[in-house]
């Protein structure tokens, strides 16, 4: 992966993909959720800002030099979709709603990398920097964030907080714009102190719901809105 080059789908994403067809072509559908619930693939926007949560297959040229995470304005690009999963050691059953307080990977759809911190310094703002780090949905520690929101559990309409677990600080985008090659994206880093440059809020995609199978065994269909 260099800077400039196309991302390569891996097994992780391309299982996701086909879920994403699956909803568009009406393969299966349901409900409106009122939950973002796990294994849910959604868009996550920057209030503030107005910018969604995006990532693509270019490197930072400082700091980790691992896959750049920004914000986009745009609303249609399929590089800002992230799949909601538990962690290494804490399951997260898919159509289970998310708790507040709750610790989950963010895992970016097309290149299969989850939403990564630690304390290497952002390229413009010198906050903390964000990345995508890991393969195929497996990366470490540090993909870890803890989700903030006021009852019991994460609902679509609320603004939310991501604060990583390792190192307390909070997702936020403060303004900054990146030139080429991704002229105009917004830096996204996290910093220590909440404020107006973090609460989120999930926005587009597919929420898994569960549902109970006619002969009494658990499964799980899908609502989603539109792409």
């Known amino acids: 992966m260099g800077h400039l080059n196309g991302a390569v789908l891996p097994r992780f994403a391309l299982s996701t993909f086909l879920l994403l067809l699956s909803c568009i072509f009406g393969l299966s559908a349901g409900t409106e959720l009122s939950f973002v619930t796990c294994g849910s693939v959604i868009k996550l926007l920057n209030i503030k800002h107005n910018v969604r949560l995006h990532s693509h297959d270019v490197r930072y040229g400082s700091g980790s030099g691992q896959q750049s995470v ?113 002229h105009g994206q917004r830096e996204v880093h996290a910093m220590s102190n909440p404020s107006q440059h973090s609460p989120w809020k999930a926005m587009e995609g597919i929420f898994m719901k569960p549902s109970e199978s006619p002969a009494g065994s658990r499964d799980y269909s899908h609502s989603h809105t539109e792409f």
């Open 70 to 182: 920004t914000g986009v304005t745009a609303v249609e690009d399929s590089n800002s979709y992230w799949s909601v999963r538990g962690t290494s050691d804490t399951l997260c059953h898919r159509g289970t709603p998310v708790k507040c307080g709750q610790t989950i990977r963010l895992t970016h759809v097309n290149t299969g990398r989850n939403l990564h911190s630690h304390y290497f310094a952002s390229p413009l703002s010198s906050n903390q920097e964000v990345s995508a780090f890991g393969e195929e949905g497996e990366g470490d520690h540090l993909d870890e964030w803890t989700v903030q929101c006021g009852g019991s559990v994460w609902k679509r309409e609320e603004a939310v907080h991501f604060r990583h677990k390792a190192t307390d600080a909070l997702l936020a985008v403060t303004g900054e714009q990146y030139g080429r090659p991704i």
